[in-house]
């Protein structure tokens, strides 16, 4: 299943391989950024919850910007630029001591992370054909997920809210990691340029966004993306770190245990997945995606309601939802990208791939915005509501998407394998 999931071309495995390297880090960090700024640094859950929205607002008013710079300059231009950004924003961290500090390091982060992931799906897109771009984009989630558990288990085993030099340490570390891609990325001095030349030469084509805000099928996608994020992962590092800490009352160590049972369950799955979607409609594991991630939810409002009465079995609650919730991330993860770039054209892949980006956006403003007030409320009971809701209705809206593809789009039908690849238009 690995060697079938991998690349034909070598450059896209030498991508992937920047993937895991530069999710070790992340994996250091992802889960502690509200904790370090309430526990470590002092701030309140609203001013924390304020600056990771801030998060959001920025990457949001900044990836248009990056989709258009992407189709306009070529992908690689853009994305090692960004990476640096985005390594010195993280670093940076460790310095916090305030309010408004945070929120000008959370900035700069923003500002690099903008662009990083439609670029990073642009490339792989340029460098894969339509038969294997479903399968690629699943083994890279695979690989950024191990990463990503690898470093959980690392911070876990060391964070500590008395030390601050520890969360200091890792994000140091985090840092360091965002310099891998990059420099793999300027050994492949082919990869990553224009895709296609325009048809007026240098200067950027007609249409932009309009035209890919006028694709239908995709709009929906985009709307289907914006609930289940918001309800899913946008939750992830406020809402699920705040409920399992302030209502299930576990420590941050059982977080780190957590996010390590959702990358085992990543690992150990999304081999599985992939070879089993082959042939199968898109939208209909797009569905599934929403009824696995309300499902759980519900395991952690029921750990929530055994709390610190019954430690072992409120801690296995919190484990339980992020195993579960990895699960609904495989079917997602080569859905997703695959079906964005189906719809999208060269000329136009660095736009889709930004609006498609721009979900997170979106969601990574409302999501910790919303998620302390309602987990605030009534014992987290309304919080669990809403999130469960939403992910029910994403799935509604994933089957709506349904009669609006092609057979071929939608996954039924596997798409031919091309004759050659065209070489992509050097400026």
Known sequence: ???????????????LVGTLLSAVGRGLTLPFLFIYLTDVRGLTDARAGLVIGWYGAVT???????GTLIDRFGARRIVVPCLLVEAAGTGSLALVDSTASAFVVITLIAIGSSAIWSGQNTILASLTDDDERQRVYGLNF??????????????????????????????VLDAISYLM?????LSLPRVGHRLTAGPTGDRPSAGGYLTVLRDRPFRRLVVF??????CGYAQIEVGFAAYAVRVVEVTPRVVAWALAGNTVMIVLAQLLVIRRMEGRS????????????????????????????NALVAALGVVACSAIFGFGETLLSPVMPALTNALATDELRGRYNAMSSMIFG?????????????????????????????CLVASLLAL???????????????????????APAHV
Do not use: C, H, K
């Open 1 to 15: 299943m690995l060697s079938r999931a991998l690349p034909r071309r070598p450059e896209a495995r030498r991508i």
């Open 60 to 66: 949001l008013a900044l990836s248009p910007l990056g």
């Open 142 to 171: 695979a690989l950024l997920n191990l990463g990503i558990g690898i470093g959980g288990l690392i911070s876990g085993a060391i964070v500590d809210t008395a030390r601050p030099v520890t969360f200091q340490a890792i994000y």
């Open 181 to 185: 891609p990059a420099l793999i990325l």
């Open 225 to 230: 993306g914006l609930v289940l994020t918001t």
């Open 282 to 309: 898109r939208t209909g594991g797009l569905a599934v995606v929403g009824a696995v991630f309300a499902t759980a939810w519900l395991v952690l409002g029921a750990a929530g309601q055994v709390g610190p009465g």
């Open 362 to 390: 979106i969601s990574g403003v409302i999501g910790p915005v919303t998620a302390g007030p309602l987990i605030g409320a009534a014992d987290g009971r309304i919080w669990v509501a809403v999130v469960v809701g939403g």
């Open 400 to 422: 709506s998407l349904r009669p609006l593809l092609t057979a071929v789009q939608d996954g039924r039908v596997p798409a031919a394998t091309p004759a050659a690849e065209p």
